[in-house]
């Protein structure tokens, strides 16, 4: 939306602090303690999910709640393929093989639910997450005979990297979506479906393609994710949290600009952070608390809110001058 | 230029996020650092630790589930042992730590961890990294000290279980030398001693409910192997999720089966409602067996407020008051922590030593180095409130508290508290009464 | 009576009364949904608060459970009729367009259900509490069952009805039906589309918290317990139609037969069977079994 007007003279210094931060975030490890890199492979798992939910969602208009089913797919690919007892396969190529895996769900769930619309659509993907759940625990059950899986323990800066690795790549899968003609498609999807396919847009293409690109990009990372857990069963790599946390954060953080879910995943990861160690009583009231209150007051997110704070300033300022 | 302003200013916002983290601990870094100006600046004896002068205390960090699901559970269990811990320690002034030539109080870091791995695992890593912990207490549910015990492991800190075990994590006890394993489990030895119990009693047929996951799985497998040595037909073994609510179809088919033995390996939302449904619909085999549930107060108490209500339903505990006099002491302390519905006959008498291990470990090493902590701990025996205890050490690895040590497995609703009726053969076990087989009926409506 | 055919009536009906628990959990949130176009994911915390709430008066007060009903659902019902007149209705006006105010509602709800469960455990504490009432057999052609089940099963017709008859017969039941419809032209024909909208939430509400009332005099409570019956009653409003009252109280029935019957066969396969149908119906038939 805003970003292609300002592309030729504004280029420049966001692509400048990108880089520095960028920067910063590669020579973390040099400098920042273990514990900091932990925490930020977090915000960084959060800030993925986000992105990759807007991908579709926030594009689209089709609110999916199956974000902890693609996460848990690939979390289990990790448990399937990476067992404590030694790795079948490096883990790079798990952590592709969760994201194909997610992918190919959401090809076929993205196929089946066609006719569904704004709130079946939405209750179907909640739907696929209890459904997995319980079906691969019903498998495990019953025919492998193991409800737990212990995860091969794995370098935390590598984890890092992997983690910094997909969020450059979602990133830029994002930004050149928005900017493409697809994006364009998704967009006019969200905006008005009817008119989009008579438009002479494949309706059904891109909505399948989007969500299995979105999909891919949740497996994989939490077939990355799974290494720093070391243990997991079924009820623990599907939990419904996950699915509603990346639509908070983006809602958090704005929707409108490119940036948005990114400060709303790492914001809003950091809060709970801070509440869950500083205010262990009254953690979930206060997560609460403010994610009504950003529902309420914050509609078009933080980026929205700043931007309608610097509209204020800069308007006053014409006033005055 | 408003728009790039705007992206400049969003762009300070992210740099600022990712710096806040590095400020904060940054923050924190200072103030300790600030703290030694205080003290006297002279330079630290040769072989004591850097923090000689400055140590206030000894600083012990557990990620607990304080809500969520598991919240009921670490309540009652381990919680209120390390809150007694704690209050004991420190009216006494402290732990007497040879390094620091004083006693040093303790002070508890808890997080929470809200029932959720992720999380915990997290909260963990902040505890050992960020905080710096001198000590870390375990987190609670099999799961949990699962996914935590290779975590402790990796950092080389000392973990003893408190609330779980499980047969999967004897097996993988042998790759963790800093972990220590404490509460009895299925094959360790609860249901060899339960089964042994039954067929002595001439039971023919046993009915498993099991919850699907890996508790009930575990326990309904060591059943059916247990009952298979000592000549009970297992008629069933029925799984149910872990989320299914309704279980009046599972007791009818239960009942009509008319097994000796019924049990239900379960959680206390299943065990409670399935007692319930025995209850209504008059379903009274000769022995019943529940468990993690049937061993907790609350359980006598959910039937109209009456434990004489569960009157002969058979469950899993160690020790009850009458045991020692040590034990009465201590539970009498616990009711008066949590309450009579809190007490937890199984995990309890397994908790209570937990510290008492370490405390004498500290006393006797003089240090808080977990490595020598836990070679003390590996080879030495402790006289704790269960007597003499020790951990079975799997080569290289982990321990695992030895069944000899355990005052009993097996314990019955009688007279309104769990006594304790069975246990292995060995100096240690202590019974405060016999089994009574057949259980009388449910109390009349 | 031989024994397959007291089996095959403890299916029966055992499907029945565990129909009617369905049917009252999900009853209110269909009527939330239907009208007031909240899909309530804090439906299950009401559910909690009204079983906690009967816990206390029962064992602390000594009042009878089934006279709490008429304390604890009025009681309910105002909460959440200022829940929609505050929160869900400045959504509503904040909201571009239906969609978008159904999405918003999905996660304030999602924001209040963090709100109640926290406020249950620092009021009533994290550890399980239970008291049990009514818990003796009553056999039916010579199934046994337990009378509080078949209490549930009345209470839940009766309910149903009541409310049925409500709708009909008197003037706000008309103008709630009337908005159900459609809300633009309700509101032109001069009913206070607000109010209206507000007493539906509060009922749906309501209707939680008796099923909370009731339902507790079977199950141990502690505040995590909502979530699943918020699953379940999503479960149900589906396969009855989304919106539709006399098609959640059916779908209740149904699924409460359905899971009898998966029950019997294999127990583990209960939940995904449910999940299973629940998504097979959204995909072939998206407006429920009863829907339009």
Redesign the interface.
Same mark, same amino acid.
């Given at each position: 939306m805003d970003t292609t007007r300002f592309k030729s003279k504004g280029f420049y210094i966001p692509g400048i602090i990108t880089l520095i931060i960028f920067a910063g975030l590669v020579t973390l490890p040099l400098f920042g303690s273990l514990y900091n890199v932990i925490l930020i492979t977090t915000l960084l798992m959060y800030a993925n999910l986000t992105v990759s939910w807007v991908l579709f969602s926030g594009l689209t208009g089709y609110m999916s709640l199956a974000t902890a089913a693609f996460f848990g797919v690939g979390i289990y690919a990790s448990a399937l393929f990476l067992p404590i007892t030694g790795a079948e396969l490096p883990i790079l190529v798990v952590v592709l093989i969760g994201g194909l895996a997610s992918s190919i769900i959401a090809f076929g769930a993205g196929a089946l639910t066609l006719r569904l619309r704004g709130i079946y659509f939405t209750i179907f993907t909640f739907g696929l997450v209890v459904l997995i759940m319980e079906l691969l625990n019903w498998w495990e059950l019953s025919v492998n005979k193991i409800l737990n899986r212990y995860i091969m323990l794995v370098d935390n800066n590598y984890i890092f990297y992997v983690m910094l690795g997909l969020f450059v790549l979602v990133m830029l899968t994002f930004f050149f979506i928005r900017r493409s003609k697809f994006g364009l498609a998704m967009r006019s999807i969200g905006e008005n479906e009817e008119a989009a396919s008579h438009m002479g847009i494949n309706v059904t293409m891109v909505k399948i393609v989007t969500f299995a690109i979105s999909a891919f990009f949740m497996g994989a990372t939490g077939a990355i994710w799974a290494t720093k857990l070391s243990y997991i069963n079924p009820h623990e790599a599907f939990k419904v949290l996950i699915s509603f946390l990346p639509v908070l954060m983006a809602i958090f953080g704005g929707m409108g600009h490119i940036y948005g879910p990114v400060i709303g995943a790492v914001i809003f990861a950091y809060l709970q952070e801070t509440l869950q160690t500083k205010f262990s009583e009254i953690y979930m009231l206060s997560f609460g608390v403010v994610l009504v209150l950003a529902i309420l007051y914050m509609p078009h997110g933080l980026v929205g809110l700043i931007q309608k704070v610097w509209r204020r300033i800069s308007g006053g300022k014409r006033v005055h001058t | 230029m408003k728009k790039r302003l705007l992206i400049i200013l969003i762009g300070i916002c992210v740099v600022a996020m990712m710096a806040a983290p590095l400020i904060m601990t940054g923050c924190g870094e200072e103030k300790e650092t600030t703290a030694p100006t205080t003290q006297p600046t002279t330079t630290v004896p040769e072989g004591k630790p850097a923090d000689y002068y400055t140590k206030e205390y000894i600083l012990i960090g557990a990620s607990r589930p304080l809500s969520g699901a598991n919240a009921p559970i670490g309540d009652a269990a381990y919680g209120p042992v390390m809150k007694m811990w704690e209050e004991k320690v420190n009216a006494d002034g402290g732990i007497f730590v040879a390094d620091y030539d004083r006693k040093l109080p303790i002070k508890f870091i808890i997080y929470d961890d809200a029932t959720d791995i992720g999380t915990m695992v997290r909260l963990t890593e902040k505890l050992i990294l960020e905080d710096e912990v001198d000590l870390l207490f375990s987190a609670c549910g099999t799961a949990f000290i699962s996914a935590q015990a290779p975590i402790a492991n990796k950092y080389s800190k000392l973990l003893i279980t408190a609330e779980g075990g499980a047969t999967t994590m004897r097996e993988s006890l042998p790759g963790l030398p800093y972990v220590f394993v404490s509460l009895p489990f299925s094959d360790h030895y609860q249901l060899p001693v339960f089964a042994d119990m039954c067929a002595a009693k001439g039971a023919k047929t046993a009915y498993i409910i099991s919850i699907a996951d890996l508790h009930g799985v575990e326990y309904g497998g060591v059943a059916n192997m247990e009952f298979g040595r000592v000549g009970i037909d297992v008629i069933a073994n029925k799984s149910v999720p872990i989320t299914y609510t309704d279980f009046s179809l599972l007791v009818k088919e239960a009942k009509a089966a008319d097994p000796d033995v019924f049990c239900v390996f379960a959680y206390p939302p299943i065990v409670l409602p399935v007692t319930g449904e025995m209850m209504a619909i008059g379903f009274n085999p000769p022995a019943v067996i529940m468990g993690p549930g049937a061993n907790f107060g609350f359980y006598g108490l959910s039937f109209g407020g009456d434990p004489l209500v569960v009157e002969g339903v058979t469950c899993f505990a160690a020790a009850n008051s009458k045991t020692s006099p040590e034990f009465a002491e201590a539970f009498a302390a616990l009711e008066e922590l949590v309450g009579w519905a809190n007490l937890d006959w199984w995990g309890a008498p397994y908790y209570l030593p937990l510290v008492e291990i370490i405390e004498q470990a500290i006393v006797a090493t003089g240090t808080l180095d977990n490595d020598v902590l836990r070679d003390y701990i590996a080879t030495h025996h402790f006289d704790t409130i269960l007597g003499d205890t020790y951990f079975e050490m799997f080569g290289e690895g982990g321990g695992l508290m030895v069944k000899e040590t355990h005052p009993g497995e097996i314990g019955q609703w009688q007279n309104g508290i769990v006594e304790i009726v069975g246990g292995g053969d060995w100096p240690a076990v202590v019974l405060t009464s016999e089994w009574v087989y057949p259980k009388p009926d449910w109390p009349a409506p | 009576m031989p $024994?397959s055919i007291v089996?095959i009536l403890? !299916?029966a009906i %055992?499907g029945l009364?565990?129909g009617g628990?369905y049917a009252l959990i999900a009853m209110g949130m269909s009527l939330q949904y239907g009208v007031a176009r909240v899909?309530n994911f804090s439906h299950g915390e009401f559910i909690m608060v009204g079983a906690f709430s009967t816990l206390t008066l029962y #064992?602390v007060v000594g009042i009878n459970p089934l006279i709490c009903l008429v304390i604890i659902g009025p009681v309910i019902f105002l909460i959440g009729f200022l829940l929609h007149r505050t929160?869900f209705h400045?959504?509503s006006l904040?909201a571009p367009n239906a969609?978008a105010y &159904?999405?918003?509602s !999905?996660?304030?709800s999602? %924001?209040?259900?963090?709100?109640i469960? @926290?406020?249950a455990?620092?009021g009533w504490?994290?550890?399980?509490? =239970?008291?049990?009432y009514l818990?003796? %057999?009553v056999s039916i052609g010579g =199934?046994?069952?337990? &009378? @509080?089940?078949l209490v549930i099963l009345g209470f839940s017709i009766g309910i149903g009805l009541i409310f049925y008859i409500f709708l009909a017969r008197t003037r706000t039941g008309k103008g709630i039906r009337a908005a159900a419809q459609d809300p633009a032209t309700a509101s032109l024909m001069g009913v206070n589309i607000n109010r209206v909208l507000a007493l539906c939430f509060g009922f749906g509400a309501a209707m939680a918290g008796i099923a909370g009332v009731l339902y507790s005099m079977?199950? *141990?409570l @502690? *505040? &995590?317990?909502g #979530?699943? /019956?918020t !699953?379940?009653a !999503?479960i149900v409003i589906?396969l009855g139609g989304?919106g539709s009252i006399p098609g959640a109280f059916i779908g209740g029935l149904i699924l409460g037969i359905i899971? $009898?019957v998966v029950?019997?066969i294999d127990?583990?396969?209960?939940?995904?069977a449910y /999940?299973?149908i629940?998504?097979l119906l959204?995909?072939v038939r *998206?407006k429920g079994i009863f829907g339009k």
């Open positions: - | - | $024994e089996n403890d !299916i %055992g009364l565990l628990i899909l #064992t929160l400045q959504l904040r969609d &159904a999405a918003s !999905i996660l304030a999602f %924001g209040l259900l963090f709100i469960q @926290n406020l455990l620092l504490g994290a550890d399980y509490q =239970a008291y049990t818990n003796f %057999g =199934a046994i069952f337990s &009378a @509080n089940k079977r199950i *141990p @502690n *505040p &995590a317990m #979530t699943q /019956y !699953i379940i !999503i589906v989304l899971g $009898e029950t019997s127990p583990s396969l209960s939940m995904a /999940y299973f629940f998504m959204l995909l *998206p």
